[in-house]
């Protein structure tokens, strides 16, 4: 058990690694404003409201605020869609404020989801770990660019594109995303349609549908993407 644990973080660090160096090139077109200092590790704790996170006291910056663990635990699936994202973002990870990267892990249970959704303001890059994964985006011309990726490949999807990860192997399934920003933002795209307050007679026009029928896509959206306990 030890050692099959121990296989794991090494295949999850390798795929960091890699990861991290498949960003180099993305750092230098990076969505978010070069910095102008050599660091600028985020305060959560400031109230100060800017484009971004305020700075900490480089005095009390320390080589922890650059270390983050969070990646190395598997994250709950134990919800409807069967997938967890734990996100290494610039709120969960200081040390990356005003960088331009952020990274992700994405786990799966049998049959698990990620469902279609954008991240406005980065293009992601993943890297299977374990599994096998259908992943797929849409143009904005409406053209869906589907594959199956399986462990040790690489997909990368443009910035602000609607995709998605669907996990289509006989058991669990695990990768590492990267964005090219410190807060890439996320929007699921069935929760913004049903689950924002849209008006009904807005999603019964824009779809064709009836008024139940939006109520019960609504209610169906709402239990998909619940959070689990």
Avoid: W
């Avoid at 699936?77 to 996100?87: E, H, I, K, Q």
């Avoid at 404020?97 to 991240?119: C, E, Q, W, Y």
């Avoid at 009836?210 to 209610?219: L, N, Y």
């Amino acid at each position: 058990m030890a050692g099959s644990f121990s296989a794991h973080v090494r295949r999850v660090t390798v795929a960091l690694f890699v990861l991290q160096l498949a960003l180099l090139p993305m750092m230098a077109i990076a969505s978010d404003a070069d910095p102008e200092q050599d660091f600028c590790v985020a305060d959560p704790n400031n109230p100060t409201i800017v484009n971004g996170l305020v700075c900490k006291n480089p005095a009390l910056v320390k080589a922890s605020d650059f270390m983050f663990h969070g990646l190395a635990t598997p994250g709950n699936t134990n919800d409807p869609l069967g997938s967890s994202v734990t996100p290494a973002a610039a709120a969960q990870f200081p040390g990356i404020n005003t960088l331009g990267i952020s990274m992700a892990r994405l786990d799966f249970a049998k049959g698990g989801l990620v469902p279609p959704h954008t991240h406005p303001r980065a293009t992601e890059i993943i890297f299977v770990v374990e599994g096998s994964l259908l992943v797929g985006f849409v143009s904005t011309n409406g053209t869906l660019y589907p594959t199956t990726l399986q462990k040790g490949d690489v997909f990368v999807f443009p910035r602000g594109l609607l995709h998605f990860e669907l996990n289509v192997c006989d058991g669990t399934a695990t990768a590492i995303a990267a964005l090219n920003s410190q807060n890439p933002g996320t929007q699921i795209q069935a929760v913004a349609l049903f689950n924002s307050g849209i008006s009904e007679v807005v999603l019964e026009k824009a779809f064709g549908l009836g008024e139940k029928a939006v109520q019960k896509i609504e209610d169906a959206v709402k239990a998909a993407n619940k959070q689990p306990e």
